[in-house]
């Protein structure tokens, strides 16, 4: 509902990011291991769901820890996102709430294509709501994974363009640890944070945090409210047994500031010309999990998992009222079968799992209002269910120690029932994905890969009905093929480079048409073009820097747009950010980034105004006294120029403005 025409981008853009590797993780035999940067221990990429490390997967990996997160200060999972990875950021109601990210090259309803798990479950919706960023507290984070690419083998639907996985697991360390911190900012911003982990004598440990966000907001109306609770138990047994439940409850309150014109955003970004409406979310679930050894080097891994979303929306004019009420249930089995073994004396992987998924969703929107003189009223109440039944296989054989060839496959069925009053719509479709890749690991510092993928995804539930509620039986899911080749390399344990080229072509991308006022597949077909290069190079106790550009080029190549290029598109996108140590106790934080020009949201013409591209700033003093051991001060500024920008734009006359200068204190205390 954060964009006020588009429903589903089929022009999407291409906004790929490209990781800073000191994240690389040495890989488990029999491949040789990349040594990181950081020199931190291998860190298995849950992700991956094969049990590989970054350095043992084919493919654009990189992983944040808890570490790095609490280094910079940052107080939400889109700050880390966009600043410590790179990855562009819409924010249609200037908060994290609604926030949406993108991967390779999908700008519009980009969330659409990137899968978001945490701790490997879905926060994806079946509608268009963006995945609420904020129901996860930045503190409790022990990483995050991103994968670049299509990973649709594995987890369907969603990972068409990425997954980022975010792990918020207990720990295995022995002692007991108390998290509390606290945050003020500019717009009467504040935070607190209070966490406790650790591992009882009996093997069991346990995780509970609670957390509250709040500001008034850069822009009027642009205030939200956000309370989580979050906890987990796990077990690990001597045999290799494991079994975990988790929790979480996120209550969200926030105002929907929406679009300016261009006047009115050069006259004032902060104000807003929908000062009444606003939006309500509650949402809570439950995951247990576990898993077994299968034999002598088999193992089965198993996730149930159940969450509830009810969200409320209203939309208010001086001649109109619009409410709009849903509440979604899902329903999710997860087992999976892996196997490490030989075959003719080479080491050999196989992983064999299935997804089950129901979706249950009722839908409430009504309104009313006066038009041309005359009053009006209507009201669409319906129910929709989606189930999904998938099989998945993948399998890395080991030519050599350091070279292995991998094959994946997947086949999904999806069965929509959509209900109305007293009609009933039914439809099932079949989708297939396939994925192969070699990786080539000449030394423990180097890791080379080339793969090639089919993807696709599913509509939204939005997207199947037109502007009156009409099922649109005739909507598709969008397909492609991904082509993609890389190299990372750690250089001394201080320097690590990597750079990935990538191509994909889509067919049937799904677009709001809005001369039909619907959803349809796109006629004409996509393609996208992207490098993604990173450097970084880290000194304990000295400093550290990352950078890391895209180069993209999305365009359509046939049909009525032929040789246009999709909108929301920057065609470059640079990100620096880095540390320097004053004194043993003292650094300075910096970040800069930098987004080109792109042609405004649904301007498949390329005749509308261009959306200005735009440079930041984000400077900041850390403090960690030696004299009292896990506490950290920081204080800093974003956007120090305080530049005006757009997120994005639609038409050329429909602006969501970004946050101008802003400043933040941060304390934290870990013991």
């Known amino acids: 509902m954060q964009t006020p025409t588009l429903s589903r981008s089929t022009p999407a853009a291409l906004a790929a990011c490209l990781f800073a590797t000191s994240a690389l ?16 221990p291998p860190i298995v990429v849950q992700a991956s769901r094969t049990g590989r490390t970054a350095a043992g997967m084919p493919a654009n990996v990189q992983v944040i820890t808890s570490e790095e997160i609490a280094r910079t200060g940052h107080q939400s999972v889109i700050d880390v996102l966009q600043k410590q990875a790179g990855i562009p950021v819409k924010n249609f109601s200037d908060n994290p709430t609604t926030a949406t990210v993108a991967l390779r090259g999908f700008g519009e309803n980009a969330h659409g294509r990137v899968l978001i798990l945490v701790n490997g479950e879905r926060l994806n919706n079946p509608d268009m709501a963006a995945p609420n960023l904020m129901r996860i507290p930045v503190h409790a984070i022990k990483r995050i994974e991103v994968i670049r690419g299509p990973q649709t083998v594995l987890y369907g639907d969603f990972a068409e363009a990425g997954v980022i996985n975010i792990i918020t697991d207990t720990s295995i360390d022995a002692k007991p640890v108390t998290t509390l911190s606290a945050m003020t900012g500019s717009y009467d911003t504040y935070a607190t944070h209070l966490s406790k982990s650790g591992v009882f004598e009996d093997g069991v440990s346990y995780f509970a945090g609670a957390d509250w966000n709040k500001t008034g907001g850069y822009r009027d109306n642009g205030d939200y409210e956000s309370w989580n609770l979050d906890a987990s138990v796990a077990k690990a047994w001597k045999g290799g047994q494991t079994l975990s439940v988790s929790t979480f409850y996120n ?33 809570w679930g439950v995951t247990l999990g576990g898993s077994t050894p299968v034999g002598e080097n088999g193992k089965l891994d198993a996730n149930l998992s159940t969450s509830r979303r009810e969200t409320d929306s209203r939309w208010i004019t001086p001649s109109s009222a619009s409410f709009y009420s849903t509440e979604i249930e899902t329903y999710a089995f997860t087992p999976r079968y892996s196997n490490d073994s030989e075959i003719a004396g080479h080491a050999n992987t196989l992983t064999i799992g299935s997804d089950l998924r129901l979706d249950t969703s009722a839908i409430d929107s009504h309104g009313r209002g006066v038009s041309y003189g005359y009053p009006y009223s209507y009201g669409n109440l319906w129910d929709f269910d989606r189930t999904s039944l998938a099989g998945y296989a993948k399998d890395e054989f080991f030519l050599t120690e350091t070279l292995s060839f991998s094959l994946g496959a997947r086949i999904e069925h999806f069965s929509n029932r959509i209900s109305k009053k007293s009609d009933t719509t039914s439809e099932s479709d079949v989708e297939k994905a396939y994925d192969a890749a070699l990786l080539y690991r000449p030394s423990e510092n180097v890791k080379l890969f080339t793969r090639v993928a089919r993807y696709y995804h599913a509509p939204f539930i939005d997207e199947i009905f037109a502007g009156a509620g009409t099922p649109n039986t005739d909507l598709v899911p969008e397909t492609g093929y991904s082509f993609e080749a890389g190299s990372e390399v750690v250089i001394a344990k201080e320097w690590a480079a990597g750079v990935t080229l990538y191509e994909l072509d889509s067919s049937d991308e799904i677009y709001y048409n809005p001369t039909r006022y619907m959803n349809i597949n796109a006629p004409d077909d996509t393609r996208r073009r992207g490098l993604e290069g990173s450097v970084r190079w880290s000194r304990e106790e000295v400093g550290s820097f990352g950078l890391a550009y895209d180069l993209v080029d999305a365009s359509f190549t046939e049909g009525l747009y032929d040789g246009n290029s999709v909108p929301l598109v920057p065609q470059h996108m640079l990100t620096v950010n880095g540390e320097a140590y004053l004194t043993p106790e003292l650094a300075a934080l910096g970040t800069l980034r930098y987004v080109s020009s792109q042609n405004s949201g649904s301007d498949f013409t390329n005749t509308r105004k261009e959306l200005d591209d735009y440079a930041t700033l984000d400077l900041a003093l850390r403090y960690e006294p030696h004299f009292l051991k896990g506490l950290k001060l920081i204080g ?14 639609y ?18 205390y870990t013991f």
């Open 651 to 668: 038409y050329g006359t429909s602006y969501y403005p970004a946050s101008a200068r802003a400043w933040k204190l941060c304390a934290s």
């Open 636 to 649: 800093g500024v974003d956007n120090v120029f305080g530049k005006e920008y757009a997120y994005c734009s």
């Open 251 to 283: 209550d969200s309150e926030y105002g929907l500031p929406g679009a300016l014109t261009w006047q009115q955003f050069k006259d004032d970004p902060r104000q807003t010309a929908s000062p009444r409406d606003r939006a309500w979310s509650d949402t």
């Open 25 to 40: 993780r040495a890989q488990e035999a029999p491949t040789p291991t990349l040594s990181p940067a950081t020199n931190l």
